[in-house]
């Protein structure tokens, strides 16, 4: 039986304003992960840096903290089978151009600076993300996905 989990995905500020957030919902739905939350939000300064806290001293953190306030995010959370490394396969490498053709960081972006889309990277990171940006209340998980209860079903 695959192991289920819970992932944060966010549609980074060049992504919401390139119009990309519908295209981006789509690909995940489409492949049977559960949307368990979703909200709209301008990233603080103090959000950024508990999102990103690990790349502090690297010389790309000041960007990296003034890019992801750059304009509003889509903060999600997503739920499923394998949904971690799930979903950041289908997202594609930091690098969008060494990112896999077919994968939404190869299709929709040219630099790493502006790369689209968040996805957490370890059960432990997803947990602590899923809390920077959602109360528990806020996560809707009551409602049957059909991709998975079709393994349920089976048994
Ligand atoms: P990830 O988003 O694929 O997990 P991380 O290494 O965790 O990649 O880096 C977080 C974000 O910081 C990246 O998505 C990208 O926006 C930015 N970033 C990472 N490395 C570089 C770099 O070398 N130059 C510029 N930006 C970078
Ligand atoms: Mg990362």
Same mark, same amino acid.
């Given at each position: 039986?695959?192991?289920?989990? #819970?992932?944060?995905?966010?549609? @980074?500020?060049?992504?919401? +304003? #390139? !119009? ?13 992960? @559960?949307?368990?939350? %979703? ?9 950024? &840096?508990?999102? =990103? !806290?690990?790349? &502090?001293?690297?010389?790309? $953190?000041?960007?990296?903290?003034? =890019? ?10 997503? @739920?499923? $089978? ?25 299709? $929709?972006? %040219?630099?790493?600076? =502006? ?13 602590? /993300?899923?809390?920077?940006?959602? +109360? ?5 998980? /009551? =409602? ?7 393994? &349920?079903? %089976?048994?």
């Amino acid at each position: 039986m695959p192991e289920e989990q #819970r992932t944060f995905i966010a549609v @980074k500020p060049d992504g919401v +304003k #390139r !119009g990309l957030v519908g295209e981006i919902i789509k690909r995940f739905e489409n492949k049977g992960f @559960k949307l368990i939350g %979703l909200k709209m939000l301008h990233v603080t300064q103090e959000m950024a &840096e508990r999102h =990103y !806290g690990e790349h &502090e001293g690297k010389p790309f $953190y000041p960007r990296l903290l003034r =890019y992801i306030q750059s304009g509003p995010i889509v903060a999600m959370v997503w @739920k499923g $089978y394998n949904v971690i490394d799930g979903a950041r396969h289908m997202m594609g490498k930091t690098n969008p151009m060494e990112a896999e053709v077919g994968t939404i960081r190869a299709d $929709y972006a %040219l630099l790493m600076e =502006y790369n689209v889309v968040h996805g957490s990277d370890s059960p432990e990171s997803a947990e602590r /993300e899923i809390g920077i940006y959602f +109360k528990p209340e806020e996560l809707c998980d /009551e =409602y049957v996905n059909m991709a998975e209860s079709v393994i &349920e079903d %089976l048994g």
